[in-house]
């Protein structure tokens, strides 16, 4: 764990102390473009259609993409056409482009971003918009038959309306030290909590984790993230778990909390060699990639989300993604009362 993470977490209090002029003007600027939304000097744009948003207060790892993911499949299992709009963090293009129109994923992480690719190739049907501009996004899925988009990490995104604002909040972090950017974790005031509509718990041991005060009032969900095979770089299942006990191996992650990866890999009874862990959505080089295959005498291991980044430079049998789901535990009844709210009565077109 890095030394600013460990002063997020309450840690290192020397460090947050002295970065805590850098949040005063972090948290001033943040103040004055809600406060300009709020006075209707920005229009709010409103879709045609309805938008879910699903975000965290926090800076990275609370879970929020998988937590997107989860709830797309659930409403389309409600017979939903459903679409993800993203800003494509980390793509090297620019402006509107249509991941997968649900039909198919002809675009690269590259000009998609990870995340939406990641998000595409993982549920087949499911429309994938990464802009920058999110009310653009919106009317280009109403054009693509899309009956509701989820805004994907959209709770700090005040531009455009939504029906549902699902806070996603890293049960083993909360809200760390309750500081603003850079002392502490928060995009926002904790405050601002009070904005959601549903909180949504990850990382959560057992079905009685509880949220930050803020919350305690919303509808709930738990979830916990399940390891269910080793994939290849294309995320296609190619070998059970088991395939990891006692295998020396070599992880490479490019992810916010590289830890979390290494501990579930020894949790499934793997022998990491070496961990090799890059900054959050690194763009991976040939020359990379190529130093990773040849210096590793065994498989290599990374996640899904680096694996979609990956793929284009990588020999595919050499490395192996670590697939992981959300699983909801315990009362799911607020989750449904969601799903229920944007389900089409059957028979209708």
């Not at 926090?58 to 800003?87: C, F, N, Y």
């Not at 994938?128 to 038959?145: D, G, H, M, T, W």
């Not at 020396?248 to 499934?268: H, N, Q, T, W």
Request: aromatic residues 4%; glycine residues 8%.
């Amino acid at each position: 764990m890095s030394t600013l993470a460990r002063a997020w977490r309450g840690e290192a209090p020397l460090l947050s102390a002295a970065l805590t002029p850098l949040s005063w003007a972090y948290g001033l600027g943040a103040r004055a473009h809600r406060g300009l939304v709020a006075s209707g000097a920005f229009r709010r744009a409103r879709a045609e259609l309805p938008i879910v948003s699903v975000g965290n207060l926090v800076a990275g790892g609370a879970g929020k993409t998988p937590v997107t993911l989860e709830l797309a499949r659930r409403l389309m299992r409600a017979g939903l056409a459903v679409a993800v709009l993203s800003r494509g963090y980390g793509r090297s293009s620019h402006g509107l482009v249509v991941v997968s129109d649900g039909a198919t994923c002809a675009v690269s992480a590259s000009d998609g971003g990870d995340e939406p690719v990641w998000l595409a190739r993982k549920l087949p049907g499911l429309v994938v918009i990464a802009a920058e501009n999110r009310a653009e996004a919106a009317c280009r899925a109403k054009a693509l038959q899309v009956d509701i988009a989820l805004l994907d990490d959209g709770f700090s995104h005040h531009m455009l309306a939504r029906d549902e604002d699902i806070l996603v909040v890293d049960s083993t972090l909360g809200f760390g030290n309750r500081r603003l950017l850079p002392a502490g974790p928060l995009r926002e005031p904790a405050s601002q909590a009070r904005r959601a509509t549903l909180a949504w718990l990850t990382r959560c041991e057992s079905a009685s984790a509880e949220p930050p005060a803020e919350l305690l009032e919303k509808p709930l969900v738990r979830s916990r993230y399940v390891a269910t095979s080793l994939a290849g770089l294309d995320l296609a299942p190619q070998e059970p778990l088991a395939a990891l006990r006692h295998r020396p191996i070599v992880a490479v992650s490019g992810i916010a909390r590289p830890e979390e990866f290494a501990a579930a890999l020894r949790a499934l009874g793997a022998s990491i060699d070496r961990h090799h862990a890059f900054g959050d959505h690194h763009r991976f080089t040939p020359a990379e990639v190529a130093a990773l295959e040849r210096q590793a005498a065994g498989i290599l291991v990374t996640t899904e989300k680096d694996a979609v980044r990956l793929q284009p430079l990588a020999s595919p049998d050499r490395w192996r993604a670590l697939a992981m789901e959300v699983e909801v535990i315990g009362d799911a009844s607020a989750l449904d009362a969601v799903v229920r709210r944007f389900a089409r009565p059957r028979g209708t077109a």
